[in-house]
């Protein structure tokens, strides 16, 4: 049974840091594409980081330089540092992973079959 449990949100200030936490049973994370969403209140759910079954790593432009998105192997979770944070990154953080081992698609979450709970940021200025 494939499950994805996300934690390591909370409340931080502008400026701050978190460790985001993915763990996924059920499947090895190193033979798919896994994703990391978000979703801020009265928005669509947006992309911001995926790794593909060879490691390769995208971010979306919004993030790059300030999120980082890694993977433990032995521990079959996935990470996501956020840092830098400021007020629009406040929204509900989701990990996903996706029909296939490449990241194909760009960042439709149509293309994620599975999704953890999310785990929510909250960034005040």
């Known amino acids: 049974q494939v499950q994805l449990v996300e934690s390591g949100g909370g409340s931080v200030q502008t400026g701050g840091s978190l460790r985001l936490s993915c763990a996924a049973s059920?499947?090895?994370?190193?033979?798919?594409?896994m994703g990391w969403f978000r979703q801020a209140p009265g928005k669509e759910r947006e992309g911001v980081a995926t790794?593909?079954?060879?490691?390769?790593?995208r971010y979306a432009s919004s993030v790059k330089g300030r999120f980082t998105l890694s993977q433990d192997i032995g521990a079959n979770t996935l990470y996501l540092v956020i840092s830098s944070l400021i007020p629009e990154d406040t929204a509900i953080y989701y990990c996903a992973r996706h029909l296939t081992p490449a990241c194909d698609g760009g960042w439709s979450p149509s293309r994620y079959s599975y999704w953890g709970q999310g785990t929510r940021v909250t960034v005040s200025s």
């Open positions: 059920g499947f090895r994370v190193s033979r798919y594409c």
């Open positions: 790794i593909d079954y060879d490691g390769d790593v």
